[in-house]
């Protein structure tokens, strides 16, 4: 019995954060169709901390940042401040991460060149596709190459 136990409880433990990455990464991408798929991409990671995985603390950074063009102009670039500190963050505790470098990718370009957050783009790209045929996380590659394919300028 003790061991069926340990393994129903090292199963629960392995599969959960792998549902758990495979759900932020699909909300992720489903965040930047509406308000409401930004809110519900909130709610996922609003309760990350700073001393956090360092790919959730990005995927926080991101979902403010998404969140700042739904509010007022006056509020809007310190929302989407708040969020680049994020991102910002997760990178210097992970900069060799592929996920950190990607969500920072997808920010940069899909925000206005006037903000000038956009200096790590090329690096970011270069990086990217380097690491991509040594990445054996089979959900990660399917979503660099979505973004790749779907929304990267380049």
Do not use: C
């Not at 990350?48 to 603390?57: F, R």
């Amino acid at each position: 019995m003790k061991t069926v136990f340990f393994f129903f409880t090292v199963f629960f433990l392995w599969v959960n954060p792998v549902a758990q990455t495979a759900e932020i990464r699909n909300s992720y991408h489903a965040a930047t169709k509406s308000e409401t798929e930004a809110n519900s991409f909130y709610n996922l990671v609003k309760n990350t901390k700073a001393s956090d995985k360092p790919e959730m603390v990005a995927y926080k950074g991101a979902a403010k940042a998404l969140l700042a063009r739904y509010e007022p102009l006056a509020k809007r670039k310190q929302k989407l401040k708040e969020g680049i500190e994020w991102v910002e963050s997760a990178v210097a505790k992970s900069p060799k991460s592929v996920e950190i470098r990607l969500i920072r990718l997808s920010i940069q370009e899909n925000i206005p060149k006037f903000l000038k957050y956009n200096e790590n783009i090329e690096e970011d790209r270069k990086f990217i596709k380097e690491a991509l045929p040594s990445i054996k996380d089979a959900g990660l590659v399917e979503m660099i190459n979505g973004y790749l394919k779907e929304f990267s300028k380049k």
